[in-house]
């Protein structure tokens, strides 16, 4: 892509748009620039035009613009998928949040509009990006943990009654624990240990008449032997950091809220990858307070983004890759019964 600016246009004006909004602002040196923002309601098109300072568009007028060529997709989840292929359809390049559909059927529709129009399909699973995790990665690509035996995702939020009824959709189908919180986590867990072969499971509505879970514990068993557990909760009041733990024949990790408080490894003097520096224990951060992430992950993958659109490379969350962490939600799902 020759073009040095790159207009991008957020669809959906709820929490999640301010992170784009930042993100995009943030990357003005990298060309990023915000032209519009697309909402459903006409009666609040002055209102959020004037808090994002661009004009506020019906969804058809926005994929209109020639100026747009990046389209944000922040949106209820249930909306995912058909605006995104509206949009890849459009001839638009996409930047999707998580999930970046409900159904495997609806991610493949979009991987393959993307490959036919053309255009690049990103999804918002920006832990991916962020230097910590990335040097986990590594840790792990290079043999520094031996082979990976055992993984631990503890996910100890609390969500208030208020939160669910602010938005209908925070208690609709596609938006339980493990999809709306637990899938960054569970996304890294993929990335780290492969895509899980078996799964066990139980979730469960414990606090609140919800149309989802919001409780679920769960084991995986992947291709290589290895195991992982997850528990996720939105009820542990008044919510605590999450934590990832890796464990392997040659050493461990423990990763609470966005730092590491253990990298140990058999032999030290054999570590290819330098660890980071040790953090304390973390705040609850996200896990009381929905706001409390870091615009850090949107900043770097939308950064990631506008690069590969320059360098005609995939984003570092493509289509593909979106797919295996939403394959890994409903494989959890439905050995919990929850979905068919």
């Known amino acids: 892509m020759a073009k040095e600016t790159v207009g991008f246009a957020i ?7 301010d992170y784009h909004y930042q993100a995009i602002k943030a990357n003005a040196e990298a060309g990023a620039r915000l032209v519009a923002v697309g909402h459903h309601e006409p009666q609040r098109f002055e209102e959020i035009g004037h808090r994002f300072g661009v004009p506020c568009l019906s969804q058809d007028e926005l994929l209109a613009k020639p100026e747009v060529d990046v389209v944000c997709i922040c949106t209820p989840n249930s909306q995912h998928a058909a605006q995104a292929l509206a949009a890849i359809r459009a001839g638009k390049h996409v930047l999707v949040e998580k999930p970046m559909a409900l159904s495997l059927t609806e991610a493949d529709a979009m991987i393959q509009a993307s490959q036919e129009t053309g255009v690049k399909l990103g999804v918002v699973l920006q832990r991916r990006t962020e230097p910590l995790f990335k040097a986990v990665y590594d840790a792990i690509a290079t043999g520094d943990l031996g082979e990976l035996t055992l993984g631990v995702i503890t996910i100890p939020y609390y969500r208030s009654q208020s939160y669910y009824q602010q938005a209908a959709w925070r ?7 493990l999809m709306s919180q637990g899938i960054h986590l569970l996304d890294l867990l993929v990335w780290y240990m492969g895509d899980p072969v078996e799964a ?35 009820t542990a009041a008044p919510g605590f950091p999450h934590r990832l733990e890796l464990y392997g024949t040659g050493g461990g990790i423990q990763l609470e809220g966005e ?37 850090t992950g949107h900043i770097n993958i939308v950064r990631d983004f506008i690069a590969a659109l320059h360098e005609g490379r995939r984003p570092a969350v493509d289509g593909a890759e979106g797919r295996r962490s939403l394959a890994a939600v409903l494989a959890v799902y439905r050995a919990a019964g929850l979905v068919a």
């Open 259 to 295: 730092g590491a408080i253990a990298w140990q490894l058999a032999d030290p003097t054999q570590a290819r990858i330098t660890p980071p520096a040790l953090s304390k224990a973390a705040d609850a951060g996200a896990g009381g307070d929905p706001r409390g992430i870091s615009p």
């Open 11 to 17: 669809l959906g004006a709820g929490m999640v748009a």
């Open 200 to 234: 066990h499971a139980f979730g469960a509505t414990l606090h609140r008449q919800l149309g989802v879970e919001d409780t679920l514990a769960a084991s995986l068993k992947f291709a290589n032997g290895s195991l992982a557990t997850i528990i996720a909760t939105t």
């Open 171 to 177: 208690s609709a189908w596609g938006s339980g624990v």
